[in-house]
Structure formats: structure tokens, C-alpha cells
């Protein structure tokens, strides 16, 4: 029997006229909470544990589990699509939608689906509520913010983004300065540290590898820019921070013994 055949016989299965789905408003509102960064929403939802109400959502797995992680995927393709709408860089928006989707693997109950999912909306939530708060930005500099991103690795120049974006090196430098509060330059070196303390708690790296990954000019230069933007050295950082993460299953956070 093809999927086709069997998907007759569902259809005409006395049951699954009785089975009622949500108002596509509810879920809706709820994406368009998350992509307006309205936190207190989002955690309410949350509270409320509407993610595990099973009254008016679709079956896609028998396995309760499974069909929890489906839901999930749904929940973070729409959310991450919004966000990408109204604002987020491209890169960060899939990114993200790529973490936490991988994550589900090392999830095998309910609760930890449940709580890897307040945790996946609050992050979005959160993101955006920063996002909108201070985004006045021009298309250039929306533009210029999602070039560095997608670029953080290289070593990035004023003129390479001028040129990326067709305007002269000294307008893009007013505008940038003007709508955002930082030189091209310091917004850069900002996003660069925040890559390396990523590296740093999550990866191996050396510290002259993070600094060779992300174009510093020099390990000492490195060690230097990331002590005035973080308040430590890089070593520290990772003597406090390496493997700190959030637990899915306890929603407690911990690192390895």
C-alpha cells in the first residue's frame, strides 16, 4: 500500500474527524511574542507548559516523545524565520535554529524536550528583545552587521565593507557611528571576543589557535583586546568558564567531572 492509499484510510478513520486543532492565532501570537522579544509573554507561556498541551495539536508520532520533537522543529523553524523578518542576522538566526534542533538528539524524554524548547524561545526571545530595543538601523548597516557575522573569522577592513556594500569608507563610517554608538572598528573587535569566549568554554582551542581563527594580529593583541572588553585574560575566562553549560534533563547548570 503507497502513503497515498494509506493516507485515505486515515482521512476516512472515524476518529480523526473528532480530533480538533489549536487556532492557528494561538500559536501565532505566541511566534510573533518570541520575535517581538516580549520576554514576559514568552515566559508566561512557558509557565503555563502550553508547549506539552496536547488538546488541539496535531499528531505526528505515536511516540509521545517523538512527536514532541517534531513539534519542536516546527516551533523553531517559524520562530527562527520571524526573527530573521524582523531583524536578526541571517547567520545567527540559522545558527541558532541548527544548535538547538542538533541538541534534540541527546534528548530521549519529555521533559527535557520541554525544557530544551523554554530554553530555545526565551535565547530567541531575549536576542530580539535587544535586538528591537536598539535597532534603528539603515538597510547599510543591517547589511554591514550580517557581513561581519557571516565574515567574523577574517580579518575585516571599513573598505571591504564599503566596497560589499557599494558607498564610500567614510560615509559607512559616520552612518555606523551615527546608528549604532560604535566605530566599525570597535563593533567588530566586540563580535570577535564574543566568538572567542564561545571557543572558549565550548572548545579546545588554544589560545593562540582562538586568535589565529579569528585574525588577531598577534596572540598578545588578542590577549589584550579581550582583558579591556571582558575584564579578564582569555586563560581565566576559560579556568571559570570551560564546559559550564545548561543541563536539558535537570534544568540545572553544570560542568563535567
Known sequence: MGYQDEWLLFEAEDDVDEIEHRQPTEEFLFYQAVSNGNVAAVRKNCEQERFLDSEGVGILSRNQVTNLKYHFVITTAMITRLCRQKGMELEQAFRMS???IQKLDDIHTVQGVHNLHDEMVLDYAEKMRILRRSDTNSRHISACKEYIYSHIKERITIEDLADE???SSSYLSRLFKKETGDSVSAYIRKQKIEKARNLLRYS???????????SFSSQSHFIQQFREIVGMTPKKYRDINYMVQWDIETGAESAPE
Not at 204 to 214: H, K
Open 98 to 100: 541548527d544548535f538547538y
Open 204 to 214: 579546545d582551542y588554544s589560545v593562540i589557535e582562538i586568535a589565529n581563527r579569528l
Open 165 to 167: 556594500l557599494g558607498v
